[in-house]
């Protein structure tokens, strides 16, 4: 069984950061990388981090955030600078992994909320 815990979230006012980080125990396969939704919008893509460590982000973050990952803790981080009210949302982290009897399944974490505001 996978577990997923997102911690790091709070408020912050425009233009600060926060990093956030994701653990992860259990049969994982790989940490994926970050979601993030806004209240009334759909769930979006932030960042993603392969297993051979390559990352992507979407547009908006890009030059703003940065994602890692600890391999020997198994933890993958999301360091948010520069932050814009638009960030406000609850982020989320992914992950693959196998449940008790070896299936392969999707895991996300409860979410952190993010708001960023003065």
């Known amino acids: 069984q996978v577990q997923l815990v997102e911690s790091g979230g709070g408020l912050v006012q425009p233009g600060g950061s926060l990093r956030l980080s994701c653990a992860a125990s259990?049969?994982?396969?790989?940490?994926n990388g970050w979601y993030r939704q806004a209240p009334g919008k759909q769930r979006e893509l932030v960042a993603v981090?392969?297993?051979?460590?390559?990352?992507n982000y979407r547009d908006s973050v890009k030059g703003r955030f940065t994602i890692s990952r600890n391999n020997a803790k198994n933890m993958v981080y999301l360091q948010m600078n520069s932050l814009k009210p638009e960030d406000t949302a609850v982020y989320y982290c992914?992950?693959?992994?196998?449940?008790?009897?070896?299936?392969?399944?999707?895991?996300w974490g409860q979410g952190t909320q993010v708001t960023v505001s003065s």
């Open positions: 981090i392969t297993r051979g460590g390559g990352t």
């Open positions: 992914n992950a693959d992994g196998r449940d008790y009897r070896g299936v392969r399944s999707v895991y």
């Open positions: 259990g049969s994982i396969f790989s940490i």
